[in-house]
């Protein structure tokens, strides 16, 4: 059984090692590729450094696809799928491990015969340079499906080591995810620190709590299950067990890339604004990453 894989940042590369480690074969997707080539990945956990081989192919080779795993960022999901579209076959499994809200139900809409899962980790991992990760937390991964499938797991996922979960409310599983990362990730990159150091410092513990008290206002005027624990606890939870990790939106903002922050905090932003509920926390995030953005895009040459 082959997996393919889209987006090979540190979730993607993460995920190559796991699928290898069941022995599942795993073949990475280059959009800009041209010939295809073996790569050496190499990951370090808590105890060991693992290095593994994988073949790297081009989007635009012909031979079909039949499990496709999506790791991209979360705006590039659509684009990313489009571009291997020639390749899937009638029946091929997709699994989207991805953070940000919303472009999952995009996916699901465009392709509504294909079987598609909808997984989240809480796994914290990061990337010295490409195709070099270093794992700081394994985390737990639930997966779920909107919709209604024979099997539970897709193809092999039962034998994925840490095992994971299946989520019979995925919705609020990617709902959660997308509040804890609101939480986190526009704070560690603003501020330049690791997930941890967000506990340490009194006042952005402060602008964090806050952060989780809108997302709680929002949820509960849409209807959605309250968070229990609380949002602040889950995520100081998050925090703790990824203290050493430097968030994606921190490596992002460092390696001079597109952040989530639109569909992060964006989307709750717009959300609320939609019902009318202020949200002063987020929307001054939402600014202050933009403005980061923006201000890194300007100084390119
Ligand atoms: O999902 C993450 C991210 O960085 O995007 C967390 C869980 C916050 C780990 O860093």
């Known amino acids: 059984m082959n997996w393919h894989i889209l987006g090979a940042g540190a979730i993607g590369c993460l995920w190559a090692l796991r699928m290898r480690q069941a022995d599942l074969n795993v073949t990475l997707i280059n959009r800009t590729l041209q010939a295809p080539y073996d790569q050496l990945i190499k990951i370090k956990t808590q105890f060991q450094t693992h290095s593994i081989n994988v073949k790297v192919e081009s989007a635009t080779e012909t031979t079909p696809i039949q499990h496709l795993l999506i790791t991209t960022k979360s705006y590039d999901t659509l684009s990313a799928v489009a571009s291997v579209a020639h390749r899937l076959s009638h029946s091929c499994q997709i699994v989207l491990l991805q953070n940000g809200y919303g472009h999952q139900q995009q996916l699901i809409k465009t392709y509504p015969h294909l079987p598609i899962w909808l997984a989240s980790t809480t796994a914290g991992a990061w990337r010295h340079s490409p195709y070099t990760i270093e794992c700081v937390s394994e985390g737990t991964t639930l997966i779920g499906s909107m919709q209604p499938h024979a099997e539970e797991f897709p193809d092999g996922w039962s034998r994925l080591r840490p ?28 501020w330049g620190c690791k997930n941890g150091q967000l506990l340490d410092k009194p006042e952005l513990k402060i602008q964090m709590q806050q952060v989780c008290q809108e997302i709680e206002a929002l949820s509960a005027l849409k209807g959605m299950r309250p968070f229990s624990p609380p949002l602040f606890e889950l995520t100081c939870d998050i925090a703790l067990k990824t203290a050493e990790n430097h968030s994606s939106m921190l490596q992002d903002i460092r390696a001079n890339k597109k952040t989530e922050i639109d569909d992060m905090t964006g989307y709750i932003c717009k959300e609320a604004k939609h019902l009318n509920l202020d949200v002063p926390m987020n929307a001054e995030l939402y600014a202050k990453i933009q403005g980061m953005s923006l201000s890194k895009l300007e100084s390119r040459p």
């Open 163 to 190: 095992q994971i979960v299946l989520s019979d409310n995925i919705d609020h599983v990617l709902w959660k995810k997308l509040a804890i990362n609101c939480a986190i990730n526009p704070l560690t990159a603003y």
